[in-house]
């Protein structure tokens, strides 16, 4: 049998297209699929990173802030503890400077010496006393020199001798101070020892003597300081003189020496003690009377 023309009966028809799968109505072609694979992949992504990464990422977020802020308590705690540090130096160096203070004022040991500092004061100015008296008479004539105690009763001593006439304690003005004499802030934060005392001596004795004090270890305050020449009123400063002829002549170099009275008032600032901090502290405040 012979078959002509271009169709074989029961074969297939190659030229039809490819049957792709059909889903709701829309064939799955290559390229639809692709695209509902690649939202697949974003949807599932989207759940990995909404249920996975999402809460991770929180979780970091929150420690970091954590951290954070650990970091930033320990920043403000080291500064904390700086300032602390620092004021503590502060402290410190307040306490020391108050010390230092308090050491240059009198205290209950040094004051019960100061009458005795004051006298060795007075008495080591007498270290040349022969010398100057050997010296004064050598220039004396022979009638002085034999009379001598006769005419240093009368004309006083050719070399004096410095001497402590009165160291007496003044309670009166003595204790806690609150006249304002030192300044309104000082009241009521120190006392004070107060006692008249006076010297005498000779120019040279009474500068030396009186810068001496000055020096002392306790903090010492003179007030109504005085001079007085003579320290006698029955016996007033005289001169040696000789009646030469018709001329009165003075000895130049045979002269009782000056003899000055030095007087004043000594205050020691002290500290206040316990004792005294409980005399100015207020009374208790009186409870409320009962209605």
Known sequence: ???????????????????????????????????????AGLAGAAYLFLNFVQ???????????????????????????????????????????????LSLF????????????????????????????????????????NNTRQIEDQVGDLAVKA????FVPDPKVSGIITDGSYGSQV????KRQVANVSFEGNFNQTQSIL????????????????FALGGDANRPPARLFEIRGDTVQFLPNCQPEAKIVTSFQLEAPLPLTPEDMKKIAPPPAAPPAAK
Do not use: H
């Open 1 to 39: 049998m012979t078959l002509t023309g271009n169709m074989v009966p029961g074969e297939p028809n190659f030229e039809t297209g490819p049957n792709y799968p059909v889903v709701f109505g829309v064939t799955l072609t290559p390229m639809i699929s692709g695209l509902l694979l690649a939202l």
């Open 55 to 101: 809460p991770e990422w929180q979780k970091y977020q929150e420690l970091d802030a954590k951290v954070k802020d650990q970091e930033a308590q320990l920043q403000e705690k080291a500064k904390i503890e700086q300032s602390i540090k620092d004021a503590q130096a502060k402290l410190a160096a307040a306490k020391k400077q108050q010390q230092d203070v």
């Open 106 to 145: 009198a205290n209950e040991n040094t004051l019960n010496t100061i009458l005795l500092d004051i006298n060795r004061q007075v008495d080591d100015r007498n270290a040349d006393l022969a010398e100057r008296r050997k010296n004064k008479l050598a220039a004396c004539p022979a009638w002085v020199r």
């Open 163 to 166: 001497q402590l006439r009165k």
């Open 187 to 190: 009241n009521n934060k120190l």
């Open 211 to 226: 810068r001496s004090l000055e020096r002392l270890q306790p903090l010492l305050i003179f007030r109504n300081v005085d």
